[in-house]
């Protein structure tokens, strides 16, 4: 009887005085920031402040540690950068100490570029829609293809993504929870409309070529 009574009251006490979180956050954990280039370290060396410095990630991702060599650091966590760096350390030092503090960071932005008044790279605040981003850069030109505007997206360090996007159709039926929210190093490219491309193309080749009234 004191078995069967344990088994049944013992749940119901644990769910009374257990919270339950929710699955959300039981799950979900922000992810580690991941160096990029351009961003800026400050390593400093515990017993060994002479190798103190500071470091840029270069455009090929890595970074030169003064008295030790090149390292890989594009793509890394902090954690992982100062692993990295204490294992160089030790083709030199005896078992190194050291701590690795990121001082600048690059800020995520978008490009918008084509058939738009004031094209540009914009910071990237939060969540931002590609109708939000042309908005950003001043809006259509007249000339734009609303209906074709390219997005460009990296799929890892040596790949990219393009689609096309029908913004005219998202405005005209004002859809806009399937307006396409975009990521960091994202670049949308307004294409021209084929009146501009005539327009264009009457200014470049005389009209003489064709039609000629002395003939």
Do not use: W
Request: aromatic fraction near 6%.
């Amino acid at each position: 009887m004191n078995n069967l009574f344990r088994r049944l009251v013992t749940p119901l006490l644990f769910s009374i005085f257990v919270p339950v979180l929710p699955a959300q956050l039981q799950t979900d954990r922000a992810p580690q920031y991941r160096l990029q280039c351009s961003d800026v370290l400050d390593i400093q060396y515990r017993y060994t402040p002479e190798f103190n410095q500071q470091v840029t990630v270069r455009p090929d991702g890595r970074i030169t540690v003064s008295g030790m060599g090149d390292v890989m650091a594009a793509g890394l966590t902090l954690q992982q950068m100062t692993q990295a760096i204490t294992t160089l350390s030790e083709q030199r030092l005896k078992d190194p100490q050291l701590t690795v503090v990121l001082k600048e960071f690059q800020k995520p932005f978008v490009f918008v570029g084509g058939e738009v008044v004031n094209p540009g790279r914009f910071e990237l605040r939060g969540d931002l829609t590609a109708i939000e981003a042309v908005n950003l850069a001043g809006g259509f030109k007249s000339s734009a293809k609303h209906s074709e505007v390219l997005l460009v997206r990296k799929t890892d360090g040596e790949h990219v993504q393009t689609s096309v996007l029908d913004l005219k159709t998202i405005i005209a039926h004002k859809t806009m929870n399937e307006d396409t929210t975009l990521k960091a190093g994202d670049m949308l490219y307004v294409t021209t409309n084929t009146l501009s491309k005539v327009e264009r193309l009457i200014r470049v080749v005389p009209l003489s070529m064709y039609y000629d009234p002395v003939r």
